[in-house]
DNA sequence: TTCGACGTTCGTGAAACGTCGAACAAGCTA
DNA sequence: TAGCTTGTTCGACGTTTCACGAACGTCGAA
């Protein structure tokens, strides 16, 4: 596949962070990866099609939320806490703290094996 | 004019509070409200049409974001810190944090008589 | 080499968004 | 009353977003 564009530390915009926040999907995706764990693909499970979920992840990463790894045909997600700590300082927190409270994107969740 | 529907507390939405954000003008609006001084409609500087702006408004309104009061013809717009506070709390703080950092929306500001 | 699994990209369509100007409604002011 | 000001609503337009299935490229396994 190819480039994976993922932006720097100083080009990471809040308003695409804001707009990429905006969907439940996303947000249910951010809120599985918050224990800061490495998460394949095939781990995810979303109630879209594939070619949607791909979609949303790439929306995650051109926003700088997350970093997709490849490795041979496979990809591995994270999130980008520590970047998006020095950008925005306590911004992921707060924003993880309210997805609890607002219980968005509980559709998202992990395959059963959920170890590792 | 009419309702003006605003949200009550426990109604306002995590991911509308962030799509509200996800647009340039609406976040100016925002700083420039961020001092929780009242202000009035004709004191916002954007550079949209009337109609656009109040499109912006309206949005900033329905997301449980700000509060607007009529009084005669006129409309005066107030940021719900407060509520914002108790419903997600720290995320304005932060939001407003990150905003300065990112400089977004200084293309929206004051009239000159800034003053009251 | 053939096959299957994996994820991206493409093509498409429906819906939502941002923008504008024009028309409108409601309240002041002359 | 007539006119002005203020802000909302409406319709139109083009862009973007979200969703899907299908096709494609890449890699590991048989």
Chains 1, 2 share one sequence.
Do not use: N
Not at 7 to 15: F, K, M, N, R
Not at 61 to 72: H, I, M, N, S, V
């Amino acid at each position: 596949m190819q480039k994976a564009h993922h932006p720097e530390l100083g080009e990471i915009a809040l308003t695409e962070v804001m707009a990429a926040l905006s969907d439940p999907i996303r947000v249910g995706l951010v809120r599985v990866l918050a224990d800061g764990r490495e998460r394949g693909w095939g781990q995810l499970r979303a109630p879209v099609a594939k070619s949607t979920l791909s979609h949303h992840l790439r929306v995650l990463r051109d926003a700088g939320l997350t970093r997709t790894r490849q490795e041979g045909t496979r990809c591995y997600v994270t999130l980008r806490g520590d970047d998006l700590q020095a950008r925005f300082p306590g911004l992921l927190q707060v924003v993880l703290a309210a997805i609890e409270i607002d219980d968005v994107g509980s559709q998202v969740g992990l395959r059963d094996d959920a170890d590792r």
